[in-house]
Every structure is written in structure tokens, then in C-alpha cells.
């Protein structure tokens, strides 16, 4: 139950941005958590905080004219929500799906705000898009839509202001045609994006940091427990970048991860997933994870459409995307003897699965605190740019592990503080905020 004033400005929020429902979620579940602060902080209340925290700075929504290999022109949707600033510029990756639309990319803005806030590093929170999917289009056209779209995204980015990255269907080869448009528009070489290329400015364990930091996150809560992942075996959803070094990383920590999932079904195999292979069909060959029971063979099979979560296993990683696991897929997680979730998506799992994992007392990590790995290397890049510099793999790797520990100690301790323990979503919406609230009231209504 929210309070009177909580509810009163929740309402507000969610009347003035109608048709959006994974930002009214996203949104609805920070709210829960804060009635706990705002008895404690009535400042916030008093300096408006809250509902200017819901309000993006600035929404850039814009056309994206290209031409496609057979000559004909196409029209997609660009976005920019650069949502707050007061940590530090507006740090958050580009979507390019066909689903994407504003309440999408609020939602992801929002949550981006808490998440890097976690981080600890100086990045504020942003995200953007566009309703282009690059599957199935040639690499000519992606290039063209990509210059088209930094045609128009270019005036509103740059070092001090605002640096996106990638996201779901934004990879090395958008980020490079992304970064050449901007350069030759603007005859910089900045730190405008991150998730370069390693010849170009990029960092290593970029690439891998957010499936890492989503498998490190649940190998942190298991060990508050007085466990780890040795010989655990683990559910993994998604086949694109954050699933596939979840995967590698259980591996490394001594778990087995024995599945991977697209859009057409599922793979389960006892023996683990062979990484190697699926890499080369993912990541080479931009296939199918059909493909990867045909050519594994053994103790491998597709399951075509079905959900990857009825496969029994002690750990789940959801790292696919939003609303992906839903309250029939929690409760058989759940019956299956699931002992911790951790989230590499953002917002994969809906409110009600949450709730049933939290009532089961499983230990569940969301995406804005255990997927944050990703972003905290992005800013690691930044780091090494600002000094010319290019790290190792084993000391930039050696950042993240150290950055993903103190967001699992820091939300474990506020949770602990404001009375609920164990409890994650409180502990990272409350300490994510309070930094965010702080710093905005030490700037004034801006
Ligand atoms: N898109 C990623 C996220 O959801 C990374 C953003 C970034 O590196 O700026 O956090």
C-alpha cells in the first residue's frame, strides 16, 4: 500500500503518460519500494522529487529515412530519452527492435537511472532506439539506416551530455557504423559511444561485462546464503550477447548451463551448452539456435516454441528480454526447487513472478542491479579513454567482479536497513535513488 502523497503523484505519473505499460511497471515498482524512504525522508516529498525524476529531461523522437537494397525508400522511428543527469551525462544503450516504441524506451530510460546509479560510477541515465530490426537485413542497409539515423541523433549526443551504446540488436557492427557517422559529422574522435571495437577505443570485457556481471550477481546472493554455483545446474534464456557470457561465466564458476532460447524454441543440453558452437551460430552466423541440437547432437534437443523455464534446474538467468517470464513460469520454477534468479534482462520477469519468487524466499536479483555489469563497463571505457589508455582483459575484468560485489553488498545492506532482508528490488530501488534524489536536491529545482 502506498501512501497518500506516493499515490497521489503515481497517479499523476501514470495519467500523463497513457499507453505506456512497461513504463507504468517499471515505474509502479520503484513506488513500492520508496514508501519505505519517504517516511524516513520527507524532504523528498517536499523538493518534488519523485515526480520529477519521472520526466524524462528531454524526449528527441525522430525521422529515420534510408534506403533499402531493392531502391525503395523506408521510414523508421528514432528515439532518444535522455532522462536524468543529475549523476553524470545521460549513459544508456540503442535498442533496434520492432517493437520499440516511446513507453519502451521510458521504461529502459527509467530503469537505466537506478541501475547505473548502483554502479557507483558518474553516469546519469538515458536510452534510445529505433523501430528497426537489423535481422534479416544486408549489412549495405544497416549501415545506411544507422547513418541516418546519427544524421539527426548526432546534435543531441557527446561526451559531456550524453553517450549511448548498444542493446538488444545493437551490436559491434551498429556501434562501428554509428561511431564513423558521428565522427565524420562532427570531425571528433570522442567518447560518444561505448561498445567500440577493441582497435577503436572500445574496451576489453565490454563485450562479455553484463552476462559476467548477471552470473556474478547470482553467484554473490547464493554465497549469502552459505552456498555457490559448483555443480548447480542453470537455466539461461536468450542466445544473443548477455546470454551467451552468462553462459561462459556459469562455466567458469563451476555450474553447468544447460540451456539457450530465441524467438523460435528453446535448446536444452544435459551436458552444458557448448559455447564454442553456439557463439559461432549466434555471433558468426546470425542463425537459428535450432541449428545447435542439429549439429550438437547427443543429450540435445529443440523444443520449438514452449518455455524455457519448465526445464528443471537449481538457477535461473533470464537474459532474453522484457516480460519474458511470466507468473505460470515462476510458479514452476519454483515447484522445480529454483534456489536464485538473477536477472541479465531488463525487466524479464512481470510483477506477479516476482512477487512468487519473493514469497518462495528464492534469492532474486533484478535486472537493475544484477544486469548492471554491462553499463559499469561501459563507463570503464569511458574511463580509459579520458586517459588514452587501454586496460587488460584480467584488470578490466578485476573492476567488474569488484563493481558487482559492492552492488550486491550495498542492496543487501539497504534492504537490511529499511527492514525488509533479502529483499533486492527494495534494497536496489532505495540505494539507487537516494544518490540520484541527493544529488538533485543539492542542485535545486532544475
Ligand atoms: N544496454 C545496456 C543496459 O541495459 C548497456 C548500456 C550501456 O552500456 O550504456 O544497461
Excluded at 148 to 160: N, P
Excluded at 222 to 245: C, D, F, Q
Excluded at 357 to 367: D, N, S, V
Aim: charged letters at 25%.
Amino acid at each position: 500500500m502506498l501512501d497518500s502523497n506516493l499515490q497521489a503523484t503515481l497517479d499523476g505519473v501514470l495519467a500523463r503518460n497513457p499507453g505506456e505499460p512497461e513504463f507504468h511497471q517499471a515505474v509502479h515498482e520503484v513506488f513500492d519500494s520508496l514508501s519505505l524512504v519517504q517516511e524516513r525522508h520527507p524532504e523528498y516529498n517536499d523538493m518534488g522529487i519523485l515526480t520529477r525524476l519521472c520526466e524524462p529531461e528531454r524526449q528527441i523522437i525522430f525521422r529515420v529515412p534510408w534506403v533499402d537494397d531493392r531502391g525503395e525508400v523506408q521510414v523508421n522511428r528514432g528515439f532518444r530519452v535522455e532522462f536524468n543527469s543529475a549523476l553524470g551525462p545521460y549513459k544508456g544503450g540503442l535498442r533496434f527492435r520492432s517493437n520499440v516504441n516511446l513507453g519502451i524506451v521510458k521504461f529502459l530510460g527509467f530503469e537505466q537511472i537506478f541501475k547505473n546509479s548502483l554502479t557507483g560510477l558518474p553516469i546519469g541515465g538515458g536510452k534510445g532506439g529505433s523501430d528497426f530490426d537489423p535481422a534479416g537485413k544486408s549489412d549495405g542497409e544497416v549501415m545506411r539506416f544507422c547513418q541516418s539515423f546519427m544524421s539527426e541523433l548526432y546534435r543531441h549526443i557527446g561526451e559531456y551530455t550524453d553517450v549511448p551504446a548498444g542493446d538488444i540488436g545493437v551490436g559491434a557492427r551498429e556501434i562501428g557504423y554509428l561511431f564513423g557517422q558521428y565522427k565524420r559529422l562532427t570531425n571528433k574522435y570522442e567518447t560518444v559511444l561505448t561498445g567500440k571495437g577493441l582497435d577503436w577505443g572500445g574496451s576489453l570485457v565490454r563485450t562479455e561485462a553484463t552476462g559476467y556481471g548477471a552470473t556474478i550477481f547470482a553467484q554473490e546472493m547464493l554465497s549469502a546464503r552459505g552456498t555457490s554455483l559448483e555443480g548447480r545446474r542453470v537455466s539461461v534464456s536468450g542466445s544473443g550477447n548477455v546470454a551467451i557470457y552468462a553462459i561462459e561465466k556459469v562455466h567458469q564458476l563451476g555450474g553447468i548451463a544447460i540451456t539457450a532460447s530465441d524467438s523460435t524454441g528453446y535448446v536444452v543440453d544435459e551436458d552444458g551448452i557448448d559455447l564454442e558452437l553456439l557463439k559461432q551460430i549466434k555471433e558468426v552466423e546470425r542463425g537459428r539456435i535450432s541449428t545447435y541440437a542439429e549439429r550438437r547432437g547427443g543429450r540435445s534437443r529443440f523444443v520449438a516454441g514452449g518455455s524455457v523455464w519448465d526445464v528443471p534446474v537449481d538457477v535461473a538467468l533470464p537474459c532474453a528480454t522484457q516480460n519474458e517470464l511470466h507468473e505460470k513460469h515462476a510458479k514452476t520454477l519454483v515447484e522445480n526447487g529454483v534456489i536464485a534468479v538473477s536477472e541479465g534482462a531488463n525487466m524479464p520477469s512481470t510483477p506477479t513472478a516476482v512477487e512468487i519468487f519473493q514469497e518462495a524466499g528464492i534469492a532474486y536479483g533484478p535486472g537493475k542491479a544484477a544486469n548492471a555489469g554491462g553499463v559499469a563497463t561501459s563507463a570503464l571505457e569511458m574511463q580509459q579513454n579520458a586517459s588514452r589508455d587501454t586496460w587488460s582483459f584480467e584488470y578490466t575484468e578485476g573492476r567488474l567482479t569488484d563493481i558487482m560485489k559492492g552492488i550486491h553488498q550495498n542492496t543487501l545492506e539497504t534492504a537490511e536497513e529499511f527492514g525488509r532482508p533479502g529483499n533486492y528490488v527494495v534494497g536496489a530501488n532505495v540505494a539507487g535513488f537516494r544518490k540520484v534524489a541527493d544529488a538533485m536536491i543539492a542542485f535545486g529545482v532544475i
